[in-house]
């Protein structure tokens, strides 16, 4: 069975950061692309950073230089390391698994969702 289970939100003042983990269950992480999406309330869900088989990655304009993306293949944990943070970065964040291969944000690609885990930035 499939699960992918988020942590490390939290609230942050603004330039601050958070590292977010997402324990995966059901499947080998290296097997396949995986990306952390992020829904700003009243907004749509956004892509914001994604790695492919052999460590490709990816990223939003949005946090491109700030967050990095990472995984631990041996805990099958998928990081998300965001550092200055700015309010624009609040909403609820969420891990997903993609295909196996390349691909980019678009939902489609994503069959297994988690929960997600709230982020918010205050100024």
């Known amino acids: 069975q499939v699960q992918l289970v988020e942590s490390g939100g939290g609230s942050v003042q603004a330039g601050g950061s958070l590292r977010l983990s997402c324990a995966i269950s059901?499947?080998?992480?290296?097997?396949?692309?995986v990306a952390w999406f992020r829904q700003a309330p009243g907004k749509e869900r956004e892509g914001v950073a994604i790695?492919?088989?052999?460590?490709?990655?990816s990223y939003s304009d949005s946090v491109k230089g700030r967050f990095t993306i990472s995984q631990d293949n041996a805990k099958n944990i998928l990081y998300l390391q965001m550092s200055s943070l700015s309010p624009e970065d609040t909403g609820l964040y969420t891990c997903?698994?993609?295909?196996?291969?390349?691909?980019?944000?678009?939902?489609?690609?994503?069959?297994?969702w988690g929960v997600g885990t709230q982020v918010t930035v205050s100024s």
């Open positions: 059901g499947f080998a992480l290296d097997s396949y692309s």
């Open positions: 997903a698994r993609g295909r196996i291969s390349w691909h980019d944000f678009s939902e489609g690609h994503f069959r297994y």
């Open positions: 790695i492919g088989r052999g460590g490709r990655t």
